[in-house]
Nanobody
Framework: QVQLVESGGGLVQAGGSLRLSCAAS????????MGWFRQAPGKEREFVAA????????YYVDSVKGRFTISRDNAKNTVYLQMNSLKPEDTAVYYC???????????????????WGQGTQVTVSS
């Protein structure tokens, strides 16, 4: 089992920045990739970013490339999502997710993930 707890969400003006954190427990953190997803009101949950087990590979949805950065600190069992130049369309509940045991490579599809945090709200005002 893996437990994931997100933090760092909040209300920010357009153009501002936030850093989300996701603390993981219950399994050797450094052995698996991690991902961030988001769900806006009335929309399906969508992939945002993912990082491989050692941080050597990252992948982003086109809409956040150049603005968001995913990173991880395996010593702290934490993955981060630095969000800069935020736009109102970034408003959503953000979730971190972990794949099943043994997956170290990047995953971008929701069905590839087995564990989810409770989510943290990000609201960007115009």
């Amino acid at each position: 089992q893996v437990q994931l707890v997100e933090s760092g969400g909040g209300l920010v003006q357009a153009g501002g920045s936030l850093r989300l954190s996701c603390a993981a427990s219950g399994r050797t953190f450094s052995s698996y990739s991690m991902g961030w997803f988001r769900q806006a009101p009335g929309k399906e949950r969508e992939f945002v970013a993912a990082i491989s087990w050692n941080g050597g590979s990252t992948y982003y949805v086109d809409s956040v490339k150049g603005r968001f950065t995913i990173s991880r600190d395996n010593a702290k069992n934490t993955v981060y999502l630095q969000m800069n130049s935020l736009k109102p369309e970034d408003t959503a509940v953000y979730y971190c997710a972990a794949p099943p045991v043994g997956r170290g490579a990047i995953a971008t599809m929701e069905w590839e993930y087995a564990y989810w945090g409770q989510g943290t709200q990000v609201t960007v005002s115009s």
